[in-house]
């Protein structure tokens, strides 16, 4: 079993900047996946970004190439989600997951089985 929480959403204006913050319990596997999705009011839930644990491969969304970045500390078992130049398309309730060791589809929602509570991200315009 892994726990998940999340921090550091907030409320930002258009071309700004947050860090997303997920701390997990442990992982339970040599390489497993952490992700992050989002949910948009009236959305389904999207893959954003993830990244192998063991190996430090990164995945991401067309609609966030290079303007977020994820990383993560295997010693404090956090993962990152920098989010720069901020969109109001950007505003949803953000969520790690963490997968079940190796997954080939590291943005699907499917492949993750444990996931966090959320924290809210709201960009103005």
């Known amino acids: 079993q892994v726990h998940l929480v999340e921090s550091g959403g907030g409320s930002v204006q258009a071309g700004g900047s947050l860090r997303l913050s997920c701390a997990a319990s442990?992982?339970?596997?040599?390489?497993?996946?952490i992700g992050w999705f989002r949910q948009a009011p009236g959305k389904g839930l999207q893959g954003v970004a993830a990244?192998?644990?063991?190996?430090?491969?990164?995945y991401y969304a067309d609609s966030v190439k290079d303007r977020f970045t994820i990383s993560h500390d295997n010693a404090k078992y956090t993962t990152y989600l920098h989010m720069n130049s901020l969109k109001p398309e950007d505003t949803a309730m953000y969520y790690c997951a963490a997968s079940r060791g190796v997954t080939y589809r590291p943005l699907l929602v499917n492949d993750y089985a444990y996931w966090g509570q959320g924290t809210q991200v709201t960009v103005s315009s």
């Open positions: 990244i192998d644990t063991g190996f430090g491969t990164t």
């Open positions: 442990s992982y339970t596997y040599d390489r497993q996946y």
